[in-house]
């Protein structure tokens, strides 16, 4: 059975952190860039940061970047989003997706370029 499961969500509280994953199975994982979208209620959704089949080439939201860590290990089937410094415009429910497109492409693309998505995990950043 093809998916992903994404997990790791939850409330915090601004300034922490928290680390999504998401778990794939039932196709060639490594043969896939991965990415982490998000979408909070009411507004589009965003790429947030994708990463290429085996890790070289990663691309990062503006909104993130220097505060999320996106990671993979082939070996477990599963793609890493560490949030540091989370802030309450981070609140959304985040998703992953795989694509066989470039990294970029999937990014800035995603229902293009995506094959799979999950069902999403929610985060929530509040004071």
């Known amino acids: 059975q093809l998916q992903l499961v994404e997990s790791g969500g939850g409330l915090v509280q601004p300034g922490e952190s928290l680390r999504l994953s998401c778990q794939a199975s039932g196709f060639r994982f490594d043969d896939y860039a991965i990415g982490w979208f998000r979408q909070a209620p009411g507004e589009e959704r965003e790429g947030v940061s994708c990463i290429s089949t085996r890790g070289y080439n990663i691309h990062y939201a503006e909104s993130v970047e220097g505060r999320f860590t996106i990671s993979r290990d082939n070996a477990k089937n599963t793609v890493y989003l560490q949030m540091d410094s989370l802030k309450a415009e981070d609140t959304a429910t985040y998703y992953c997706?795989?694509?066989?497109?470039?990294?970029?492409?999937?990014?800035?693309?995603?229902?293009?370029?995506?094959?799979?998505w999950g069902q999403g995990t929610l985060v929530t950043v509040f004071a």
């Open positions: 997706a795989a694509g066989t497109a470039t990294v970029a492409s999937l990014c800035s693309h995603p229902d293009t370029y995506s094959d799979y």
